[in-house]
Nanobody, 115 residues
Framework: QVQLVEFGGGLVQAGGSLRLSCAAS????????MGWYRQAPGKQRELVAR???????NYADSVKGRFSISRDNTKTTVYLEMNSLKPEDTAVYYC?????????WGQGTQVTVSS
């Protein structure tokens, strides 16, 4: 049974920073692709950042240069460092694991950026 639990959301002023964490249960974490998605009210869920088992990363254009994804396989945790936050970054952020061809999701954590 795979469980993904996110931590670190909250309210921050524009220009501020937040760090999200996602702790994953289950084995074979090190060979899975981990990602962060977000969904703003009235919008579709979108990819924010992804990191493969080999450490390759990709980012949405809207967050390049501001956000950084990383993983610690020893702690089975993935992180999203978010800097220079903007009001348009406000959304529920979801942790995702692509594991043996299946997608798993966390419950989501709210990030609110005030102007």
């Amino acid at each position: 049974q795979v469980q993904l639990v996110e931590f670190g959301g909250g309210l921050v002023q524009a220009g501020g920073s937040l760090r999200l964490s996602c702790a994953a249960s289950g084995s074979i974490f090190s060979i899975t692709t981990m990602g962060w998605y977000r969904q703003a009210p009235g919008k579709q869920r979108e990819l924010v950042a992804r990191i493969t088992s080999g450490g390759s990363t990709n980012y949405a254009d809207s967050v390049k240069g501001r956000f950084s994804i990383s993983r610690d396989n020893t702690k089975t945790t993935v992180y999203l460092e978010m800097n220079s936050l903007k009001p348009e970054d406000t959304a529920v952020y979801y942790c995702n694991q692509l594991r043996l061809g299946r997608n798993y999701w966390g419950q989501g954590t709210q990030v609110t950026v005030s102007s």
